[in-house]
């Protein structure tokens, strides 16, 4: 009864958060209207730059993707939010209640962000030669027509061509969730973006390889040579000192978008379908939450595979006390533990796998094996310590080498202790892997960014990923508890104990 | 035969052991006693190695153990040790705490081992218990099984730490018949113990450790009848009773009162009658003896017989005689005619331990009416 009312109650605050995202009208027409309001932005597009002398007293908000703004925006979290015409253009098919104000905050023009490298110089001088080529040829303008002054989410798609295996690789930072510049249709990347430097590549001979990541960190992770091209890089003065930046692709103006009235006349009922079709069914999405859910266990099994294995050896190394070890292992367990997980990742990522070409995938597998070797040495120093003294030494009074003490004396008994907190650290270590999106890794978590980016809804995307979290994490929680029950010494049946014994009385 | 030589043991911040020498025959059956804190035990957990020996040497059938050459865990098969807290293998029920050492470091199989564990567990009477878990356990059965784990392993040696120190009083005895029993074995056993009526029972050999080494070494008979050495009288005669002798001018009652409550503690007697005995004591020495204007030698001698369930209080002085019935102190002359004290007051003839006069007040247990 109780589990009952728990659920109806779960369901009535879902339903209601849900109809909530259908609120608010903004009045706003003019930009000077939007002084002293709360503005959104683009995490490091600087677009806020072009308009902060007109509203001095507008605060500003940073999100990281244009979906999240749109979603702040109909919760009311801010009153309006600044992107270029052309993303806008991209959001109102799926949201006719956004309105754009009229006059345009500025114009931005966009390049694209040369990584260090040998070859920098050389695909300084291509890439501009080819965007001149490309403005002269009136390809340019052909892009930009068909991918946003006649934008249909429905049709628009590039496939990326085939090319030589055997040319120079040329590996491109993209958002990856940003229509109508690069974006997932069926599990693959398209996009102007996309669709330009494919032409690029085809032109002076290079093989493209698309890499997602978050938006911010495009710019740094390509200027310090992770990546060959970083996409859509606005060109403030702070950023032509720092880095590379090749002459503006394209350019548009940038636009105030607020909430206006829009009633499309569908049901709550109805609407609730849609999304679901949209989430779920439309360009078969449920295959890009399976691959994700795929990434994500992956990911959390091996590093608990070999994190357990890890903080195994290295507690066997550290378990006599030998000073210099522990100091060592110490040093490294507070290193570890210490940084937020984000941050370690990010540096395993851009620093010390900064210029190999191990994928984001590998590099969270790495990272948070370290984490978890250290919850596992953690555990066994706690486990391993909690055993009396005297366990030890009546072993090694009976002439039990001390290898053979710690494994058949100690350890069984270390189990009992350890194994709950090991099933507590497995929860979180599967939680914490959802930021692997920062490194470019497609897990259950970026995947509904993915999805929600083309979507521009939160609702289902999230909470079917939320469930999904649940259930692997429920999964492994019973895989564990079995393995605790099995390993119980004080559950084993008496045929068990006395097992390859023929006559007992 | 275990023989120790310069044994030296320093930790940190003391050196119970600063140069003991000992040879130990096979066969024999030694206690080792003294107050604590002189090393008994350290000096029994060297044997072993479970501590190291600062310096000195360690020859066990004529081997030196505590050689980097000599495999450790070879000598301890053959030497078995029993703890104070048994230490018996929590996750592991009690035939196997007995079976797995066989099999681990014997290399017998599961079903001899386990004959053999049965057939020690029946000698220990606790067949019974084979499934058990130790921790379902009383403590006697627990040092009982941890007796027959070290057992199994048929030492030529066996250690015992205090084995009986942890249990209540009820079960000591059913640990002391094994152990007994054991020592009827002719195996070479080495007890550390408190229990000095054990002790005397069990033993062949009694080393009193004392000043960081050997300070006695005997026969039970002598170390607990005639005790050469004054610390050893001292201690062998503070078990049984507690005495002092001594100037008036030196006698302290604060620390009578100490070992006071410790004797009735171990005795079991209750506060009711310690209370009247240090009444009687401070009624007799302090407010009455120590006021007489002369410099004689006063005895005061505690004794609490178990059989008689009597507490005496003896008190020889020399000098002048004093009628106890003269005294002022009104509490002490109430205490004296209560029902359940006996006091007898006498000038001795013959002076006793060189004084002339005894008064001797046996307290009873008081019975509820």
Known sequence: ?505 | MIELKHLRKEFEDTTPLKDVNLTINDGDVIAVIGPSGTGKSTLLRCINLLEEPTSGEIIVNGEVINSKDCDINEVRKKMGMVFQSFNLFGHLTVIENIMNPQITLLGKGRQESYDKAMDLLHKVGLASKALNYPDELSGGQQQRIAIARTLAMDPDIILFDEPTSALDPSMIGEVQSVIGMLAKTGRTMVIVTHEMDFARKISNRVLFLDEGGIYEDGSPKQIFEHPQKPKTQTFINRLSSLEYAMNYEDFDIEQVAEDLQSYAEKHLIESERTSKVQLAVEGIVMNNLLEMDIEPKIIVRIVYSEKKDLLTLTILYSGQHWDINSSSNILFLSLLKEPTTEVMDERLEIPEDGCNNKIVINFKWQEVE
């Not at chain 1, 693959?188 to 590549?201: A, I, N, Q």
């Not at chain 1, 394209?250 to 009235?261: A, L, M, P, R």
């Not at chain 1, 995307?461 to 564990?480: D, H, P, R």
């Open chain 1, 1 to 505: 009864m109780k589990k009952l009312l728990v659920i109806l109650l779960a369901l009535a605050t879902v339903l209601a958060s849900f109809a909530c995202c259908f609120a608010a009208v903004s009045s706003v027409e003019k930009i000077d209207e939007l002084d002293g309001k709360k503005i959104a932005v683009q995490t490091a597009v600087a677009y806020e730059d072009a308009v902060k002398d007109r509203i001095p007293k507008a605060t500003w908000d940073y999100y990281t993707t244009p979906n999240d703004m749109i979603l702040a925006l109909e919760s009311n979290k801010i009153d309006a939010y600044l992107i270029e015409e052309v993303g806008f253009a991209a959001q109102h098919y799926s949201h006719k209640e956004l309105r754009r104000l009229d006059e345009a905050a500025g114009s931005i023009g966009f390049a694209i962000t040369i990584g260090k490298g040998d070859n920098q110089n050389r695909l300084l001088l291509e890439v501009n030669k080819f965007i001149e080529e490309s403005k002269a040829s009136g390809l340019s303008k052909q892009m930009y027509d068909y991918w946003v002054t006649n934008w249909n989410p429905e049709e628009c798609f590039y496939a990326i061509p085939d090319y030589d295996p055997k040319a120079e690789e040329l590996r491109v930072a993209v958002e990856g969730a940003y229509e109508p510049f690069s974006f997932e249709v069926d599990g693959s990347l398209t996009g102007f973006d996309v669709e330009f430097v494919c032409r690029f590549c085809k032109e002076y001979g290079y093989r493209p390889v698309f890499e997602p990541i978050p938006f911010d960190q495009i710019s740094p992770a390509t200027e310090n040579g992770k990546y060959n091209f970083g996409m859509n890089i606005v060109a403030t003065d702070e950023r032509t000192e720092s880095s590379v930046l090749s002459e503006d692709y394209y350019s548009c103006d940038i636009v105030f978008v607020v909430e206006d009235v829009y009633d499309d006349g569908i049901g709550l009922l109805e609407k609730i379908g849609i999304s679901f079709d949209k989430t779920f069914i439309k360009e078969n999405r449920w295959k890009m939450f399976v691959e994700g859910t795929g990434v994500t266990i992956l990911i959390t099994l091996a590093s608990l595979l070999f994190g357990t294995l890890l903080g195994f050896l290295v507690y066997l190394v550290c378990r006599h006390g030998n000073k210099f070890l522990n100091g060592v292992a110490g040093f490294f367990n507070w290193l570890i533990e210490g940084m937020p997980t984000v941050v370690l990742l990010m540096i395993l990522f851009y620093v010390i796998f900064g210029s190999s070409k191990l994928s984001g995938t590998w590099i969270s597998i790495i990272g948070f094996t370290l984490i978890f070797a250290c919850c596992m040495f953690d555990m066994l120093c706690v486990g391993c310590g909690a055993i009396s003294k005297g366990q030890i030494e009546a072993s090694r009074a009976l002439g039990y080498t001390d290898r053979e003490s710690f494994f058949k004396i100690i350890l069984p008994q270390a189990a009992r202790h350890f194994l709950p907190i090991y099933k507590n650290d497995m929860v979180s270590l599967i939680k914490e892997t959802s930021i692997v999106g920062y490194i470019a890794v497609r897990d259950l978590t970026k995947i509904s960014d993915f999805v929600r980016s083309r979507t521009y809804e939160a609702f289902f995307a999230l909470i079917a990923t939320a469930i999904i979290y649940f259930v692997v994490e429920g999964v492994l929680s019973f895989v564990i508890s079995r393995i605790q029950i099995k390993i119980d010494p004080k559950r084993r049946s008496k045929d068990k104990i006395l097992d390859g014994i023929e006559q007992w009385d």
